[in-house]
């Protein structure tokens, strides 16, 4: 139904920038909130930074001034530009979508979150 797919990781040195895309695609009828999450090793999921579809936008406190979320509604795409990275942002960051999907018989379907797979961010020197 919807698939999500997220890009963009890798590894960068501390003060170095990175930018994560996160694409929704499928039989999609509406993308509402989007959002990046993160999980470090022995951690919780932890949500980074979200933004609904007027582009009202809401941060973690350790990542404000150094993140900026963004999205495309016509490409049903998300992105995070991470500025001044840390060793501490080292972890999977997640791709959530909240949508509504179109079905099989063509009716549009409850909202659902969909997740991507996660993509790996390791700041190291």
């Known amino acids: 139904q919807v698939q999500v797919v997220e890009s963009g990781g890798g590894l960068v040195q501390p003060g170095g920038s990175l930018r994560l895309s996160c694409a929704a695609s499928g039989s999609i009828f509406m993308v509402y909130a989007m959002g990046w999450y993160r999980q470090a090793p022995g951690k919780q999921r932890e949500l980074v930074a979200s933004?609904?579809?007027?582009?009202?936008?809401n941060y973690a406190d350790s990542v404000k001034g150094r993140f900026t979320i963004s999205r495309d509604n016509a490409k049903n795409t998300l992105y995070l530009q991470m500025n001044r990275l840390k060793p501490e942002d080292t972890a999977i960051y997640y791709c959530?979508?909240?949508?509504?999907?179109?079905?099989?018989?063509?009716?549009?379907?409850?909202?659902?979150?969909?997740w991507g797979q996660g993509t790996q961010v390791t700041v190291s020197s």
């Open positions: 933004i609904t579809k007027g582009g009202n936008t």
């Open positions: 959530n979508t909240d949508a509504a999907p179109i079905t099989i018989t063509g009716m549009t379907g409850p909202r659902s979150d969909y």
